[in-house]
């Protein structure tokens, strides 16, 4: 038989319940690529993804290319696929029995130089759902063979109708060409594609998705008075702000404060934003904000102390913006007081910027500065928090 060398694919599209898609995986017509990651979800991602399905929410397809008219991998959708596996299962992976050989996690373990907090990032598990489907192709088979101390038990207490009645797309991805050259190479390219050249929505244009989910609510999470402030000419992330602030209303406690999401701060951050616009304390937030007309009148404290004369607009640093704006925004936004820079207050700030920035190390800043409106007994107050970056 000659070889075709036309180029391109021809492209199916489709969806198929969990049940199918679970035996698919068991069965082995569906498989990981070589190149393909281990697994990096949490057990919240897991009861994320199943949460959505059973509310009907869209779940991305999966994308499967076939090579040489044999073989199906999964070039895009490994995570969905594990995690709807490992929730039929009922075994989540211990994360000391699979741990991460990759070096590039070490250095993140605790930034704090401190004895190891149990809710610090989790690296990725050094797992696949091939340890499930060496044991077996079925769930009895499975649950029968596997070292059981090696896992969690998840029980998610899903119905036989749950995995029947949920769908999940797929797009199959056949070449025209039947030269393993040519697959390769259009493979490789559709890799790339998804993972390295596609452009997604900046973290911003994400957000403001989720802005407009409460009517009046996008103002308040980007005023605009808040972009006259710029750290090294960028203007200050507002939300960021706003996130910290609102998970220390909660816990009281600046020891948690981002502590599983220290990798992964934009998650953080819509989470925060989703416990406002659906008016309900999230697990670890407390929400600042409260009806358009209360915020109303503290945005407006806020903007007149920013609007101040007296009041830096631009920071060379995030340490000098945070020393001023913690306080600043805790005060006025979530305990609707007044605050000003007055006397020698601003020389004061100026000297805890250079106390701070005498202490950071190399790569990370642990503390931050609160200030009390001038009524407070106390005028300053530190807090220990974690921070995303350090300029």
């Known amino acids: 038989m000659n070889s075709s060398t036309t180029k391109g694919s021809r492209n199916y599209y489709g969806e198929y319940s969990l049940k199918q898609w679970i035996k698919f995986i068991l069965t082995k017509e569906i498989i990981l690529p070589p190149y ?3 697994f990096i979800w949490t057990e919240e991602d897991v009861k994320d993804l199943i949460n959505s399905l059973q509310n009907g929410l869209f779940v991305p397809p999966i994308i499967i290319g076939n090579y040489g008219g044999t073989t199906n991998y999964i070039l895009d959708g490994q995570q969905r696929l594990s995690a709807i596996l490992i929730a039929y299962i009922g075994l989540f992976p211990n994360k000391e029995n699979f741990q991460s050989s990759d070096p590039v996690y070490k250095d993140t373990a605790n930034d704090n130089d401190d004895q190891k907090d149990e809710n610090e990032d989790v690296p ?3 797992w696949k759902f091939s340890y499930f489907t060496k044991e077996g192709w079925n769930k009895r088979d499975i649950l029968r063979k ?3 101390s090696k896992y969690k038990i998840l029980d998610l207490k899903l119905s036989d109708d749950f995995w029947k009645g949920s769908y999940i797309g797929f797009s199959l991805i056949i070449p025209k060409s039947d030269k393993k050259t040519e697959q390769q190479k259009l493979y490789t390219s559709v890799f790339r594609n998804i993972n390295i050249k596609g452009r997604s929505l900046s973290q911003i244009e994400s957000r403001k998705s989720l802005y407009f989910q409460r009517n009046g609510f996008n103002k308040w999470f980007s005023p605009p008075f808040a972009y006259d402030i710029t750290i090294n000419n960028a203007p200050i992330d ?4 706003l996130s910290l602030l609102s998970q220390y209303k909660k816990d009281d406690n600046t020891r948690v404060l981002a502590q ?3 990798t992964k701060m934009e998650q953080y951050y ?3 934003i989703l416990a406002e616009v659906n008016n309900e304390d999230e697990s670890i937030f407390s929400r600042l904000l409260g009806s358009n007309d209360c915020n109303r009148s503290r945005y407006d404290k806020l903007k007149a102390c920013i609007e101040n004369k007296d009041f830096p607009k631009t920071f ?8 001023y704006l913690f306080g600043l925004i805790y005060f006025t936004i979530a305990e609707g007081k007044v605050v000003s820079i007055i006397g020698d207050l601003r020389q004061k700030l100026e000297g805890k910027i250079d106390e701070l920035k005498k202490r950071q190390n190399s790569h990370k800043v642990t503390l931050k500065f609160k200030l009390p409106p001038p009524t407070c007994p106390s005028l300053y107050r530190y807090i220990q928090m974690p921070s995303n970056k350090s300029n």
């Open 260 to 262: 599983k999401y220290k």
């Open 238 to 241: 507002f939300v960021r702000y």
């Open 124 to 126: 990725p598990l050094e």
């Open 146 to 148: 596997i070292d059981k």
């Open 36 to 38: 393909q990651r281990v």
């Open 316 to 323: 060379s640093s995030i340490i000098d913006a945070d020393i």
């Open 270 to 272: 819509e989470s925060y």
